[in-house]
């Protein structure tokens, strides 16, 4: 039987991860987060004291970007050679950099190949992959395609929520920064022909997990 992918977009903020983490969990399926191998590879180069700002410089690295991430929900590792950078990706002085790698098309290529390799390498029968261009680039067959979006409003407050000690002003500004710029690479902010958008902006945790499972279910007894 073919391999069942679920592909996820989405917006900064719109919960996407812990959401496709958490219908992973629920569908037996595996979990690919692509945004962090866009982090992983901006941590690399500024490790490294490269500059990210130099296109030639960063394509120059691909060859050495030795990425590993854990694709079972329940057991979730960011690594680079032989650093575990799961906690270290998530820092401001990354996610503030990441535009630099994500805007070269040489890098999306890429990671995209590298994507495509994980999801046909995963054992599961199936596999959730969550960013900003799966729908349209990684998976445009995918069995699912959901756009997951939510007010921006909403976005904000489970940001300023997840990061303690910050404003809801300075969260919606990074927020609509990095929309912006991520928003000149890919669009993400409008579901394409065939996707199904999923709103949470009035549903809880729990809810949107559900709301995706449902998507999902209904794409299998179609096909079946
Ligand atoms: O999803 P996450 O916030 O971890 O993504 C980090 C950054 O990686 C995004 O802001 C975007 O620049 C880039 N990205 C991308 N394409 C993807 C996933 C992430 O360009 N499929």
Do not use: C
């Not at 180069?45 to 030795?66: I, K, T």
């Not at 990354?94 to 190949?113: F, G, K, M, Q, W």
């Amino acid at each position: 039987t073919e391999k069942i992918v679920v592909a996820i977009d989405g917006p900064a903020g719109s919960g996407k991860s812990s959401v496709s983490k958490g219908a992973a969990r629920e569908l037996g399926f595996a979990y690919l987060d692509t945004g962090a191998a866009y982090r992983a590879l901006a941590w690399m180069l500024l490790d490294r004291g490269l500059d990210a700002e130099n296109p030639e410089v960063v394509v120059a690295s691909l060859p050495e970007f030795d990425f590993a991430i854990g694709t079972d929900p329940d057991h979730y590792f960011v690594k680079v050679g032989p650093d575990d950078v799961t906690i270290a990706i998530r820092e401001p002085w990354v996610t503030s950099e990441v535009r630099l790698v994500a805007r070269l098309p040489e890098v999306r290529s890429h990671l995209t190949a590298l994507f495509r390799r994980t999801i046909a390498s995963t054992p599961r029968p199936g596999i959730v992959v969550e960013g900003r261009d799966i729908t349209t680039v990684v998976a445009p067959d995918a069995t699912s395609r959901i756009l997951l979006t939510a007010s921006e409003d909403a976005r904000m407050k489970r940001r300023s929520a997840e990061i303690v000690g910050s404003t809801a002003a300075v969260v919606g500004e990074q927020l609509r920064s990095r929309d912006r710029a991520d928003s000149r690479v890919v669009d993400f902010m409008n579901a394409a022909d065939g996707v199904t958008t999923v709103d949470s902006t009035e549903l809880d945790f729990g809810q949107t997990v559900q709301a995706v499972v449902e998507v999902v279910t209904l794409a299998r007894t179609k096909a079946s």
